[in-house]
């Protein structure tokens, strides 16, 4: 079955950039979003179709595409943004969804 | 603004079945599809499937197909999740979200606080 892969942990220091990537070979064909898990409270979409912000997320949070290597890019890392991040995309032909198995970023 | 709140947590028995509930308010519920989320202790979030809340139109995921069961109630604004055959593998927090395209592979916009379902004999 199809996997979306990412790298389990992230360290940086604050005011650092911290750059979250996601692996797929059917990247290149479906969009990618980008969730914030935080313990005890409801997930957070912080990107969607690979690189659209929602207005409610600071500017700080971008997303960009290379292949079949989608990132996750927090510039200016806060302590508040500690937290697992998980990609989410669909197999190449969009019959169901899949998860990357997450990456803990660690603010230092 | 929109909101998804879940019932409370569940401790259930090795062989019974858990129905967790999802209410939406801040947007018109018939709308959107609302999907369901699992997120095992030290696992990754796996997706089960989805509703469209409107027309109760549903795709599950192969691995749940014939055990999970949704459905949507437009009068109360709420969906629900129903799982069967509970083993200990389905422990998990249970999340539902809304879909903000029709389909597969919407983003999540807005999601559920979670719901702790433990099996336990």
């Known amino acids: 079955s199809y996997e979306l892969t990412q790298a389990p942990s992230v360290s940086v220091s604050p005011g650092q950039t911290a750059r979250i990537n996601c692996s797929g070979d059917a990247l290149t064909k479906q969009y990618t979003h980008w969730y914030q898990l935080k313990p005890g409270q409801a997930p957070v979409m912080v990107i969607y179709k690979d690189n659209v912000r929602p207005s409610r997320i600071p500017e700080r949070f971008s997303g960009s595409i290379s292949g079949t290597t989608v990132t996750l890019t927090i510039s200016g890392v806060q302590a508040e943004d500690e937290a697992d991040y998980y990609c989410q995309s669909a197999d190449s032909t969009g019959t169901y969804t899949v998860f990357g198995g997450g990456t803990k970023l660690t603010v230092l | 603004q929109v909101q998804l709140v879940q019932s409370g947590a569940e401790v259930k028995k090795p062989g019974a079945s858990v129905r967790v509930s999802c209410k939406a308010s801040?947007?018109?519920?018939?709308?959107?599809?609302i999907h369901w989320v699992r997120q095992a202790p030290g696992q990754r979030l796996e997706w089960m499937g989805w509703?469209?809340?409107?027309?109760?139109?549903?795709k599950y995921s192969q691995k749940f197909q014939g055990r999970v069961t949704f459905t949507s109630d437009t009068s109360a604004s709420t969906a629900y999740m129903e799982l069967s055959s509970l083993g200990s593998e389905d422990t998990a927090v249970y999340y539902c979200?809304?879909?903000?395209?029709?389909?597969?592979?919407?983003?999540?916009?807005?999601w559920g606080q979670g719901t702790l379902v433990t099996v336990s004999s």
């Open positions: 979200a809304r879909g903000f395209r029709p389909g597969t592979t919407s983003e999540l916009d807005y």
């Open positions: 801040g947007y018109t519920f018939s709308s959107n599809t």
């Open positions: 509703i469209n809340a409107g027309n109760g139109n549903t």
